[in-house]
């Protein structure tokens, strides 16, 4: 199985064709957060990736309610105040390969655990 052409074909499948240093998360052309949970889900089952150290909010932060202060908001509706970090076609090429999501730091702490 060539991950390279399956990981392309599952982006093109779900937004459009992209080349590997495309951003999903930032950039000109950024995918809709949910898009990207139905991508996700096909990713993971076509390619048998573990995604569970994925953090979403780190790709697609959530904009809350805007007119609200987050100390009165339950978690899942704060507001984040951090610029999306780049979500690479190359990161999931990657990520593919080894079989786990690579990028986040809980997945690198427990390698190391």
């Known amino acids: 199985m060539d ?3 399956t990981v392309h074909g599952l982006i093109e499948k779900h937004f459009w064709k992209m080349d590997n240093d495309t951003s999903l998360s ?6 809709l957060p949910e898009d990207m949970d ?3 889900n096909d990713y993971s089952e076509s390619l048998n990736v573990d ?7 780190r790709y697609f932060p959530n904009t809350g309610i805007w007119f609200l202060p987050n ?3 339950p978690e899942y509706l704060k507001t984040d105040h951090h610029k999306p ?3 690479t ?3 999931f090429i990657e990520s593919a390969k080894a079989g786990r999501w690579l990028y986040d730091w809980s997945s690198v702490l427990k390698v190391l655990a």
């Open 3 to 5: 991950i390279d052409a």
């Open 26 to 31: 930032d950039g000109d052309h950024v995918v």
């Open 38 to 40: 139905s991508f996700l």
């Open 51 to 57: 995604i569970q150290s994925f953090n979403f909010r």
């Open 71 to 73: 100390a009165i908001l």
């Open 85 to 87: 970090e780049p979500l």
């Open 89 to 91: 076609v190359q990161m």
